[in-house]
């Protein structure tokens, strides 16, 4: 993430957020939550606790789970919803409610001449693309010499392929395999990965 827009974030969670939990904690906003999942903060990278000491894993979660999840203090008492982005009142922002919050924005730059529109599904894919791409460029430029085709088709498109179905939580892979035409338009970034990778091969000089 650019190091401006992740300051941003951080202003966000700071300032606006942060006023929003308080909201959330001064009306009992868990109390509102149906089937709410109660966590400790502490956490790793990819696992949560439960209040029990049970961990789960956080990518075995469902985006409906996820919006249930709320963070404890150390004593055990509710305090903030485990999302970042939060409502005024600290409620978990919902999947339509992006929806309007892009429409308008779209509305906006049409009022001041630029002509944009631009939805949350469009950034998924935008993200997926630049995402794949940028994961077959370093697969380029790590990987050995494959031992065959098959494993080295696996290696440069199979194990990307594997990470973004994850990310984007798709359940066959083959859903995934869509990005792959989209990979053509950013191919100068693979180009370039080949490139590399050619440069670390010895030339015929030096054999």
């Known amino acids: 993430m650019p ?4 300051e941003q974030v951080r202003a966000y969670v700071a300032v606006e957020r942060a006023h929003a939990v308080l909201k959330f904690q001064r009306r009992s906003g868990w109390q509102s939550f149906e089937r709410p999942i109660f966590v400790r903060r502490e956490r790793t990278a990819s696992r949560l606790r439960l209040l029990d000491g049970i ?6 979660l469902s985006a409906d789970e ?3 999840i709320i963070v404890c203090d150390d004593d055990g008492a509710p305090r903030e919803p485990a999302v970042l ?12 409610s992006w929806e309007v919050i892009f429409a ?6 049409s009022s001041f001449g ?3 529109t631009i939805s949350p599904h ?3 894919h935008t993200f997926a693309v630049h995402m794949l791409a940028m994961l077959i460029q370093h697969r380029l430029r790590d990987a050995a010499l494959p031992a065959g085709p098959i494993e080295g088709y696996r290696q440069i498109l199979g194990d990307p392929l594997q990470q973004v179905q994850r990310l984007l939580g798709h359940a066959s892979l083959a859903t995934t395999y869509i990005y792959l035409d989209h990979i053509a338009t950013r191919a ?7 490139e590399e990778l050619l440069a670390l091969l010895p030339s015929e000089r030096s054999l």
């Open 3 to 6: 190091g401006r827009l992740l």
């Open 55 to 60: 961990e789960i894993a956080l990518d075995l």
């Open 66 to 68: 996820r919006n249930r």
């Open 85 to 96: 982005w939060l409502t005024e009142v600290g409620f978990p922002v919902q999947p339509n």
């Open 104 to 109: 308008r924005a779209s509305e906006r730059c």
């Open 114 to 116: 630029f002509e944009i």
């Open 122 to 124: 469009q950034l998924r």
């Open 188 to 194: 100068n970034t693979v180009d370039a990965a080949v």
